[in-house]
T-cell receptor, first 110, second 112 residues
Framework: EDQVTQSPEALRLQEGESSSLNCSYT??????LFWYRQDPGKGPEFLFT???AGEEKEKERLKATLTKKESFLHITAPKPEDSATYLC???????????FGAGTRLFVKA | NAGVTQTPKFRVLKTGQSMTLLCAQD?????MYWYRQDPGMGLRLIHY???????AKGEVPDGYNVSRLKKQNFLLGLESAAPSQTSVYFC???????????FGEGSRLTVL
């Protein structure tokens, strides 16, 4: 059975304090792993797609990496506006279904 | 360019009532999806469609029906609402083969 586990559930950082979010997955025939950002009361917003182990993508203070079993979202020198829930979502072999983790709620204090 | 639009945004139902959630997208996407989001459980796929006139079951389809009569619209129906269907519902769409999902703002449904 396909599974996605994100940790930690919540993370509180001071502004400028770098950290990483973890996503562990078990998906048959992975066809892309996606990261989304979700603000309260809003729908998720696409951040990155990773397709193969060793791949990295960057956007401003965020960098996503992928191994065969895990993905990490590294946050460098975060700002309060980075506060949100970050969702990890691998896509299955069929290519139609994207499976979402429960998310990591990030709080960045000024 | 509105992207993905969901209506209504909020609804309160009594147990046993029926309702339909409407999703409309203006990006000419082939694929459309309905998810529900509950605290601590993440987004779970209810039904999806890979093209006009086609639908398929996702992870939690029981108690829901869908229809995709037009490419731009995807309807989610609850025939007899139950308290367990209290949730936030998200519609999403994606282009063929891209995988990137574009989400609506969500529809918050409460069943009393």
């Amino acid at each position: 059975e396909d599974q996605v586990t994100q940790s930690p559930e919540a993370l509180r950082l001071q502004e400028g304090e770098s950290s990483s979010l973890n996503c562990s997955y078990t998906v048959s025939g992975l066809r892309g792993l996606f990261w989304y950002r979700q603000d309260p009361g809003k729908g998720p917003e696409f951040l990155f797609t990773l397709y193969s182990a060793g791949e990295e993508k960057e956007k401003e203070r965020l960098k996503a990496t992928l191994t065969k079993k895990e993905s990490f979202l590294h946050i460098t020198a975060p700002k309060p506006e980075d506060s949100a829930t970050y969702l990890c979502a691998p896509r299955d072999a069929g290519g139609f279904k994207t499976i979402f983790g429960a998310g990591t709620r990030l709080f960045v204090k000024a | 360019n509105a992207g993905v639009t969901q209506t209504p945004k909020f609804r309160v139902l009594k147990t046993g009532q029926s309702m339909t959630l409407l999703c409309a997208q203006d990006m000419n996407h082939e694929y459309m999806y309905w998810y529900r989001q509950d605290p601590g459980m993440g987004l779970r796929l209810i039904h999806y469609s890979v093209g006009e006139g086609t639908t398929a079951k996702g992870e939690v389809p029981d108690g829901y029906n869908v229809s995709r009569l037009k490419k731009q619209n995807f309807l989610l129906g609850l025939e007899s609402a139950a308290p367990s269907q209290t949730s936030v519902y998200f519609c999403a769409s994606s282009g063929r083969g891209t995988g990137e999902l574009f989400f609506g703002e969500g529809s918050r449904l409460t069943v009393l």
